[in-house]
């Protein structure tokens, strides 16, 4: 893992947006992993405007993001889907059928989880993926305990995590109990990932992946063992790491 150190969550935006601009512009049919959560919104706010300015064209990307619940309909302003329309896909030059993020509402998930991964397949997996960091060191919604083995699944979200993401919703209980995720070994196919920490909130977590063991407890730990992975970290988020 290399580790980028910038100032602060503007330059971290910033420089994730470079990132993918620079792999959107190489490649014929880029295939971006998308997340989404507080951390990527400056990424893209950023992509928006480079798109205005037609530093980028969205054309010709496929775009596959990490998880969504389990019970939300794209129009509820709390799901994932609305979130990504709302936050860049609305604003981008980006076909909507292009654009993939699993369906919470889907009547058989099993069903909506292996049609998800065979979509990922179909479209030769991906070049790019953006990823946030849970408190409890999840990506996706991978909570601590979950085999490195998984593909796309259906999740039971963690008290701590429905807490964490209260913020979004009007009170706790209309917190979705579950979700549909890719899955640890899904993320790990990606073909090259940035992993994205602002704030001080996220200093204990940031200090565990760097120094803590690979274990299923924390489930970022897996990224030590993949051979393209860059953390793109702020002060703040660096502020409790060990040295
Ligand atoms: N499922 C999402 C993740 O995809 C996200 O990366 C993470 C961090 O969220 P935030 O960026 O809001 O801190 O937790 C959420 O629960």
Same mark, same amino acid.
């Given at each position: 893992?290399?580790?980028? /150190?910038?100032?602060?969550?503007? =330059?971290?935006?910033?420089?994730?947006?470079?990132?993918?601009?620079?792999?959107? !512009?190489?490649?014929?049919?880029?295939?971006?992993? @998308?997340?989404?959560?507080?951390? &990527? =919104?400056?990424?893209?706010?950023?992509?928006?405007?480079?798109?205005?300015?037609?530093?980028?064209?969205? $054309?010709?990307?496929?775009?596959?993001?990490?998880?969504?619940?389990?019970? +939300?309909?794209?129009?509820?302003?709390?799901?994932?889907?609305?979130?990504?329309?709302?936050? @860049?896909?609305?604003?981008?030059?980006?076909?909507? /059928?292009?654009?993939?993020? &699993?369906?919470?509402?889907?009547?058989?998930?099993?069903?909506?989880?292996?049609?998800? =991964?065979?979509?990922?397949?179909? !479209?030769?997996?991906?070049? @790019?993926?953006?990823?946030?960091?849970?408190?409890?060191?999840?990506?996706?919604? !991978?909570?601590?305990?979950?085999?490195?083995?998984?593909?796309?699944?259906?999740?039971? +979200?963690?008290?701590?995590? $429905?807490?964490?993401?209260? $913020?979004?919703?009007?009170?706790?209980?209309?917190? &979705?109990?579950?979700?549909?995720?890719?899955?640890?070994?899904?993320?790990? !196919?990606?073909? /090259?990932?940035?992993?994205?920490?602002?704030?001080?909130?996220?200093?204990?977590? +940031?200090?565990?992946?760097?120094?803590?063991?690979?274990?299923?407890?924390? &489930?970022?730990?897996?990224?030590?063992?993949?051979?393209?992975?860059?953390?793109?970290?702020?002060?703040?988020? +660096?502020?409790?790491?060990?040295?």
């Amino acid at each position: 893992m290399k580790i980028e /150190q910038v100032e602060n969550y503007q =330059e971290m935006s910033k420089y994730a947006c470079d990132a993918i601009i620079d792999k959107v !512009n190489s490649l014929q049919n880029p295939v971006l992993g @998308l997340a989404t959560g507080s951390t &990527p =919104e400056g990424v893209y706010n950023y992509l928006r405007e480079e798109n205005r300015n037609n530093r980028v064209t969205f $054309r010709d990307t496929c775009t596959f993001n990490l998880d969504e619940y389990v019970g +939300l309909a794209g129009d509820n302003p709390n799901s994932y889907r609305y979130y990504m329309n709302d936050r @860049l896909f609305n604003h981008i030059d980006i076909p909507k /059928q292009q654009t993939f993020i &699993p369906n919470g509402k889907a009547t058989d998930l099993s069903k909506e989880c292996r049609e998800y =991964e065979q979509l990922l397949e179909d !479209n030769q997996e991906i070049d @790019l993926q953006i990823l946030g960091l849970g408190l409890n060191g999840h990506i996706g919604f !991978n909570e601590p305990g979950t085999s490195f083995k998984t593909r796309t699944h259906v999740v039971d +979200l963690a008290l701590s995590t $429905r807490e964490a993401n209260a $913020r979004f919703f009007d009170s706790i209980e209309e917190v &979705p109990n579950q979700a549909i995720t890719m899955g640890i070994e899904t993320i790990m !196919n990606s073909k /090259q990932i940035l992993l994205l920490v602002s704030g001080e909130r996220k200093a204990k977590a +940031l200090d565990q992946l760097l120094h803590g063991e690979v274990s299923e407890e924390f &489930p970022a730990s897996i990224l030590k063992t993949h051979d393209n992975v860059k953390i793109i970290a702020d002060k703040a988020a +660096l502020s409790k790491v060990r040295v």
